[in-house]
């Protein structure tokens, strides 16, 4: 019972559990969102009464894709609120943060360092020791005799 009870008790799983009770309630007004608004206008677009009604005849086929674009406006919206009301505030939130604790602005982030890059490196220096052993050793050609 001690496990459950710190695994239950960590950082990530309340976060978790919070971020999907959010969620659930988001996607009520995303829903209400593309109902009422872009469902509606797609639909009076292809002469439909309901999005979900909306179709194409393709070689005497009724292809139905309406509640296809319905799906993927909500996917969008909610892609975008989350970009714009969260991501963005947080990550300004965060340079904010940084700016205050260190006194100057966040450094841009490197890209990271590559398997391929450590070993052009070492190629490179392979190459130079090569070219001219004496110098990486610490002599000149008119030391040696």
């Known amino acids: ?15 978790l559990a919070v971020a999907v009770i959010i ?3 988001f996607t009520g007004i995303v829903t209400a969102i593309v109902d009422g608004i872009f469902n509606p206008i797609i639909a009076a677009i292809f002469d ?19 509640a296809v674009i319905a799906a993927i406006i ?9 970009y714009f009301a969260i991501i ?8 904010m943060s940084y700016r205050l604790i260190h006194g100057k602005p966040k450094p841009a982030v490197e ?12 190629r490179d220096l392979l190459k130079a020791q090569q ?11 008119e030391t040696r005799a």
């Open 1 to 15: 019972m001690k496990g459950f009870r710190e695994f239950i008790m960590r950082g990530n799983v309340i976060e």
């Open 111 to 122: 890209a990271a360092v590559t398997e391929k890059d450590v070993l052009e490196e070492i």
């Open 88 to 95: 963005v505030p947080i990550n300004k939130l965060n340079d």
């Open 131 to 141: 070219e001219s052993p004496a110098k990486l050793e610490g002599e000149g050609p």
């Open 48 to 66: 439909a009464d309901d999005i979900a009604a909306a179709t194409v005849n393709i070689l005497g086929a009724q292809i139905g894709f309406g």
């Open 74 to 82: 909500q996917f969008v919206l909610i892609a975008a609120v989350v």
């Open 23 to 25: 969620g659930a309630a």
